[in-house]
């Protein structure tokens, strides 16, 4: 993959096509809706917060008049709201082009879903694992379909805890989060394993914004990590939302893109910087981390995935 300098800039007309982005009412996700609609895409905003939800879109709309938003309630971290979303879009959508899974949570304290799931494993990996399953069928019938999936830098500083995914015999709130994101990662690219094996259609990318000064850091629910994330990390060190967006859009609209890269930010420890080839740890590329992230998947979402095989 050569980027040679990549921005918005170059995202080409995207009339006709269909976005489903999660996260959309704020940070990274906002900025990829935004980019999205103003290029002629029909974009669902996939948000917990429906009246904030709205209240972004009208802005949109009212910066770039005609632009084609829908707003639409999904909580990640309850498997149920998950499959409330996907059965609304098979009543109202016959295609989805490309589905962004970039919606996250960050270093918060240890508390359970609904389905009794430590919250950041569910809302980061579990939820966006059932919906991209839930649309496969919906995703297979878009063109040049993409699933995308944000994971960090951070998930290189991570392990699985498939003996302890809820945390109960030891919780971390930055340990937690980092294993959500190693979990994105492995999840992206056995998603990518799993299609090839199939020759299908569907691609699986995988991107991250490298360090941007979002509303995740300074939201963190841990004072510690707020203050070190939101008010002493953002200023000094991350980039603009407007730059870290650029990974995922990259992955999401580019025709040069290739399915199963990581994109990342170019710059020194992929921090900053226009697009480029990042680096997957070896956990999220192992093909045995793979095969048990995604049984532990199934078994805790109830979602499968039809057609698709363990890749040889």
Known sequence: MTVNGWSTAQIPDLSGRTFVVTGASAGLGLVTTRELAVRGARVVLAVRDEERGRRVAADIDAARPGVDLEVRRIDLADLDSVRMFADGMHADHRRVDVLINNAGVMAVPRTLSPQGHEVQFATNHLGHFALTGLLLDLLLAGRDPRVVTVTS??????????????GERGYSPMGFYNTSKLANAIFGYELHRRLGAVASPLGSFLA?????????????????????????????????????????????????????????????????????????????????????????????????????????
């Open 208 to 312: 991250h914004p490298g360090y941007t000064a979002t509303n995740l850091q300074s939201s963190a629910t841990t004072p510690i990590w707020r203050l070190l994330l939101g008010r002493i990390g953002n200023p000094l060190l991350a980039q603009p939302v407007d730059r870290g967006v650029w990974p995922q859009l990259y992955a999401a609209t580019d025709p040069g893109a290739r399915p199963g890269q990581l994109v990342a930010p170019g710059g020194p420890g992929e921090l900053r910087g226009h697009p480029a080839p990042g680096k997957l740890s070896a956990a999220a590329t192992d093909p045995e981390h793979g095969r048990r992230l995604w049984e532990l998947s199934e078994q805790t979402t109830g979602v499968r995935f039809g057609a698709l095989r363990p890749a040889s």
């Open 153 to 166: 830098v951070n998930h290189r500083q991570a392990k699985v805890r498939f003996a302890d995914p809820t």
